[in-house]
Every structure is written in structure tokens, then in C-alpha cells.
């Protein structure tokens, strides 16, 4: 299936209102990467896409409706009307990793439900940007899920291609490899890895950008006691806490709103962060 755009593609030189609409959970979201001035103190690369998109073609705005932890249908549920209503002429979504992680949800069942979505959100018209999943390397037990993972990456690629979307094809990236691209949980990015997935997904949009990925120099080898107090570590700030929730049946975006749940015109200079200063300075005069 194939089909025609009724808005403009990203790049093209039109006068109409751009607007870009990201979706889905934490890896949207951009938990992993730290920033106290910006909503829920973090960045991510979707705040990074927007803005050079805005540096690029001026006018752009933004609104970044991803909330950590979301199922698909969730997504659904919380986020594709809003979207909607929007009449966006780009959309990011990535869903479908916490679902993947639910040993006791069927692929075909996770893959039905991304395909009605998509669908939805090709109805658009809009420039429509999907991304396949990582095989994370630094959980100890994430082998267990590669499976899964790689069938769930061989249905966004055929969905892709059915609904004529563009793929970001996150499994192929080798730079992900190097742990310094994951935060401290070994789930999500860090800022590094936020920041090599915005110059990434700029490329495919064929948008000039300056973003230059972090060149590292090789990790030092650890020693066993090393790498077992890491590990200790790990399961204590990280795996505990999770289990937790589990265990009671809540997660992290029970009460986490949405960064940007308004478009916002984004600032070709100073992007988010001056319009975050600027918002400020406006509430104390």
C-alpha cells in the first residue's frame, strides 16, 4: 500500500504551519538524558529533532506527548486522539518496547495492535517516522527478549512499508553497542545515545543538522570484582525498584504528565531551553 501526502513533507519550502508530534513512551520521552530546565527534567532526542528542525525552517512547532512506560495500548488510548486533533505534518512513534518486555503478550497480539495505530496515524497525511528496537547489550538477561524483539522489528518494517511510513531502523545502528550509550538503568539512552539517535533520525528527514555523535576512546577492561560490585549495584538502584512496581502493579508514568503536551513554536535560536527561560521571566514580571 501505498500513499500520497496531502501536507508537506518535511523540507519542502511552503508557508503552511509545520508541526511535529512525537509519540510513545520513555525512549520519547528522553529518559536517560538529564536536563532540570526543560518538563520532567530531561531532554531527549525528540527536543533535539525539533530543534534543528526550527533552526532549519523557522516556524516549526512542537509537542512531545510520549510518557515512560506506555503499552501500546496505552498510546492509543492516551495519546493517538490528541495527535489527531493536532493535524501534525510530522510524526515519531516509538511503541511496542514495554509490551516486548511482557513475557505474557503474544507478538502477533503487540503487532495488531501497532498496526491499528499506524494505520490511524497514516490517515494523517502526515510524514510518518517508525523505529524498530534495540537489542539492548547490557542487560545480562535481555537474550531471553531478543526473539521477541526481532520479530517485533520484522512486523514494524512490513507496517512500514504497508503504510508507506519511513523507518528509523534503530537495530542497525552499531554505535549503541558501547555502554556509554546507555544510562545507568541499561535501558535507556544517556545523553550521548539521545543525542547519536536525533543526528540519526535527522539524516533519514535529510535535515542539515550540527549534531556530531560522541567519539569515545576504548573502555579500560574491568576486573571481575569490578564488574561483580557493578553488577551488585545495578540489581540494588535499578532491578529492585522495578521489581517492586511490578510487584504492585504501577509504573513510573502512572504520574508522569506529558513534556509537551501543547504545541509549542520552538525558538530558532536557544530552542527549548530559552523558551523555558523566557516562560520564566514572563511569570515573575
Known amino acids: 500500500m501505498t500513499r500520497t501526502p496531502a ?8 508557508t503552511s ?6 509519540l510513545g513512551d520513555s525512549f520519547t520521552e528522553g529518559v536517560g538524558d538529564p536536563d532540570a530546565r526543560l518538563p520532567n527534567g530531561v531532554r531527549g532526542w525528540a527536543d533535539r529533532v525539533a530543534e534543528k528542525l526550527a533552526k532549519a525552517e523557522p516556524g516549526w512547532r512542537y509537542a512531545n506527548l510520549a510518557v515512560r512506560s506506555k503499552r501500546i495500548r496505552e498510546v492509543v488510548t492516551d495519546q493517538l486522539d490528541a495527535a489527531l486533533r493536532l493535524h501534525p505534518t510530522l510524526i ?3 511503541a511496542g518496547g514495554n509490551d516486548v518486555l511482557d513475557p505474557g503478550t503474544e507478538i502477533r497480539s ?17 510524514t510518518l517516522l517508525l523505529f524498530t528496537g534495540y537489542d539492548v547489550p547490557l542487560y545480562p538477561v535481555v537474550w531471553l527478549f531478543r526473539r521477541r524483539n526481532h520479530a517485533y522489528n520484522e512486523g514494524v ?3 512500514a512499508q504497508k503504510y508507506g511510513a519511513t523507518l528509523v531502523d534503530y537495530w542497525t545502528f552499531d554505535g549503541y553497542q558501547d555502554r556509554r550509550m546507555w544510562s545507568a538503568d541499561r535501558l535507556h539512552l544517556s545523553k550521548f545515545g539521545h543525542k547519536l ?7 533519514v528527514l535529510a535535515v542539515r543538522h550540527s549534531i556530531t555523535p560522541k567519539q569515545f576512546d576504548a573502555l579500560e577492561s574491568r576486573s571481575t570484582s569490578r564488574w561483580l ?8 538502584d535499578w532491578v529492585v525498584p522495578l521489581l517492586h512496581r511490578k510487584i504492585r502493579r504501577v509504573t513510573l508514568g502512572d504520574w508522569t504528565e506529558p513534556r509537551w ?3 509549542v513554536e520552538v525558538p530558532p535560536k536557544g530552542g527549548l531551553r530559552r523558551l523555558m527561560r523566557e516562560r520564566a521571566e514572563g511569570t515573575r514580571e
Do not use: C, M, N
Open 7 to 14: 501536507t508537506p513533507r518535511v523540507g519542502e519550502d511552503v
Open 17 to 22: 504551519a509545520r508541526l511535529f508530534v512525537a
Open 92 to 94: 515519531t512513534l516509538y
Open 110 to 126: 503487540i503487532l495488531e495492535d501497532y498496526e491499528r495505530l499506524v494505520k490511524a496515524l497514516s490517515e494523517t497525511g502526515a
Open 157 to 159: 518494517r512490513r507496517i
Open 197 to 203: 539517535l536525533a543526528a540519526r533520525v535527522l539524516d
Open 229 to 236: 560490585a557493578d553488577q551488585g549495584q545495578w540489581v540494588h
Open 261 to 263: 503536551p501543547h504545541p
